[in-house]
């Protein structure tokens, strides 16, 4: 089994940054990747961006060029710096684990940017 812990994410004004940390532990055979995903009330669950075993980033068109992710591999740890946040951004969001032949999620944490 792997478990994501999840922190940061809060409150903050638009134009601010907020970063967001994911680590995966427990029994980890194989990665493929790992990735943040949000969803806003009324919404569907959406990809915000992802960066592959191999080092390959994909984005969100709506984040790109303001969210950086980035993972420590030794540390099985994806990271999320927003920059630039906008009241849309407001949502929950996930971490996403693909590996062991399976997806794993992360509880969720509340990201709140006000106008």
């Known amino acids: 089994q792997v478990q994501l812990v999840e922190s940061g994410g809060g409150l903050v004004q638009a134009g601010g940054s907020l970063r967001l940390s994911c680590a995966a532990s427990?029994?980890?055979?194989?990665?493929?990747?790992m990735g943040w995903y949000r969803q806003a009330p009324g919404k569907q669950r959406e990809l915000v961006a992802s960066?592959?075993?191999?080092?390959?980033?994909k984005y969100a068109d709506s984040v790109q060029g303001r969210f950086t992710v980035s993972r420590v591999n030794a540390q099985n740890t994806v990271n999320l710096q927003m920059n630039s946040l906008k009241p849309e951004d407001t949502a929950v969001y996930y971490c996403?684990?693909?590996?062991?032949?399976?997806?794993?999620w992360g509880q969720g944490t509340q990201v709140t940017v006000s106008s």
């Open positions: 996403n684990f693909l590996g062991n032949s399976r997806t794993y």
């Open positions: 427990g029994s980890i055979f194989s990665i493929n990747g």
């Open positions: 960066v592959s075993s191999g080092g390959s980033t």
